[in-house]
């Protein structure tokens, strides 16, 4: 486990909390400006930034602006090791649980090993877990794996308990970017149940109502993208629907 964890630390605070997630791509400079203070004024936990497959190199600028007007920590949700950029916080570093792709279990990680050693941020072992969600997703796709199916909870439950077995620190479950449903709820609870690492949930939640039921069911973590980059004023109140839970 990495000697320095600010970022684990907050992660496993124990209050719900909510992050939005930059995909590079779809974002003009002028665009991450005003998501980075939408961002701020609504309080959110975290920036994600990243993507399964991004075509620009521009993280430098975007990180800068990101942590210019929002003060939450920017973390590195990368979907290959060309998006290793040294101005984040933190890396969470996939490794892809749900999949039997030897590359996105270890072997992209051997390869990009040397330049994590010698960066400063924090780094965050993450079980990624993909679950199905109707339609083949960008990042089922681009891994060459296959997601867990929707209705098999048992599956899901064990698989997280393995990676919480093996020291990773942190479980993600994503029913991919844009899914057409989010992760079941059923699903979410007997995960949750069987961790004590906190557990990240994503894809395709679009309002405030999903984002709420997530998290009461156990996501310590909501990540939202596809919904905010079509409707920045969003972010406030999916940010305020999970954070509500801490209040009630
Ligand atoms: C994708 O979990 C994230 O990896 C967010 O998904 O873009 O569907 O919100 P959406």
């Known amino acids: ?19 939005p997630l930059v995909d590079p791509d779809k974002f003009s400079l002028s665009g991450i400006r005003g998501f980075a203070r939408s961002s701020e004024k609504a309080g959110v936990d975290f920036i994600f930034y990243g993507g399964s497959l991004v075509k620009e ?13 929002c003060s939450a920590p920017v973390i590195l949700f990368p979907g290959n090791q060309l ?3 040294e101005d984040a916080d933190g890396i969470l570093l996939l490794s892809l649980i749900s999949g039997r792709n030897a590359e996105m279990l270890i072997g992209r990680h051997v390869v990009a090993a040397p330049f994590l050693k010698r ?12 679950i199905e969600n109707g339609h083949p997703t960008a990042v089922s796709y681009m891994s060459n794996t296959t997601p867990i199916p929707a209705g098999q909870d048992d599956i ?7 990676g919480e077995l093996l020291g990773l620190q942190l479980i993600y479950m994503d029913a991919g970017s844009g899914a057409e449903s989010p992760v079941r709820l059923p699903m979410i609870k007997k995960v949750k149940q069987s961790l004590t690492i906190p557990l990240i949930i994503g894809g395709g939640i ?7 039921d997530a998290a009461r069911s156990g996501a310590d973590v909501v990540v939202v993208g596809n919904a905010i980059e079509k409707d920045p004023s969003l972010i406030h109140e999916l940010c305020e629907a999970v954070h509500s839970l801490d209040k009630s």
């Open 1 to 19: 486990m990495p000697g320095n964890s600010i970022l684990l630390n907050k992660f496993a605070n124990g209050k719900k909390k909510f992050a």
């Open 57 to 69: 190199n521009n993280h430098h600028k975007y990180i800068s602006v990101l942590k210019e007007h």
């Open 83 to 85: 998006m290793i950029a």
């Open 119 to 130: 960066c400063r941020f924090e780094i965050l072992p993450t079980g990624y877990m993909l």
């Open 156 to 162: 899901a439950m064990c698989t997280a308990i393995a």
């Open 206 to 212: 679009r309002t405030a109502t999903q984002a709420r």
